[in-house]
């Protein structure tokens, strides 16, 4: 089965630095996601992203985040000064089209923890 | 009016067993009712999922059971097996175009035990 794949799978930095998490949507997909799931919590909605535009984004996703498609094959989320409650894991994920029942695929995850 | 409400928090059942995990929503737009799985160190794998013009849906041992007016759906995984354990998420969302978040529940921990 084709899959999202994201790198790293861990990442470590400071308060206040810059962060990017990668992935790369499977190559026919067409519809991005960004989603996070804190420690023990629930997976939350983060942002969704179709051609080249932002289509929704939740309430977590304020101006530190923002997303691109740098090329056509890569999907970033970067966040520009990271907090504590920034840590989490961040799962990338991707689907062909947005028609009923068009299956979602999840990236096995980025863990991001801000010291 | 968002939340996806899912019980029990964990579920330990025997090997062989019936697993029945239930969520229940608010937001009568939701139309899409998915359940994940999600193994340690992985992304939620979609598991099956239905819509509200069915009361039910079954794929092998895996079965979802919805109730429209009660606005409550439930997982069932029959003769569960102890590769079953993992976390569970319901999940809903509104289909329409460019809206195709999903609200997830709070998952469940299911362990088979032998």
């Known amino acids: 089965e084709p899959e999202v794949t994201q790198t790293p799978s861990h990442q470590v930095t400071q308060m206040g630095q810059e962060v990017i998490l990668r992935c790369v949507p499977i190559?026919?997909?067409?519809?991005f996601y960004w989603y996070r799931q804190i420690l023990g919590q629930k997976v939350e909605f983060l942002v969704s992203f179709y051609n080249n535009e932002i289509s929704e984004k939740s309430e977590i996703f304020d101006d530190q985040f923002s997303v691109e498609r740098p090329d056509g094959s890569n999907f970033t989320l970067k966040i520009r000064s990271t907090k504590l409650e920034d840590s989490a894991m961040y799962f990338c994920a991707s689907r062909r089209t947005a028609t009923t029942n068009e299956k979602l695929f999840f990236g096995s995850g980025t863990q991001l923890s801000v010291l | 009016q968002q939340q996806v409400k899912q019980s029990p928090q964990s579920l330990i059942v025997q090997k062989g067993g019936i697993s029945i995990i239930n969520c229940a929503y608010e937001n009568t737009a939701f139309d899409y009712f998915p359940w994940y799985q999600q193994f340690p160190g992985k992304g939620p794998a979609l598991l099956i999922a239905i819509r509200p013009d069915v009361s039910e849906k079954k794929e092998g041992r895996f079965t979802i059971s919805f109730n429209k007016s009660a606005k409550q759906f439930s997982l069932h995984i029959m003769d569960s097996q102890p590769g079953d354990s993992a976390t569970y998420f319901c999940?809903?969302?509104?289909?329409?175009?460019?809206?195709?978040?999903?609200?997830f529940g709070t998952g469940t921990r299911l362990t088979i035990i032998p």
């Open positions: 190559s026919n997909h067409l519809y």
């Open positions: 999940a809903a969302s509104s289909r329409g175009f460019g809206n195709e978040k999903l609200t």
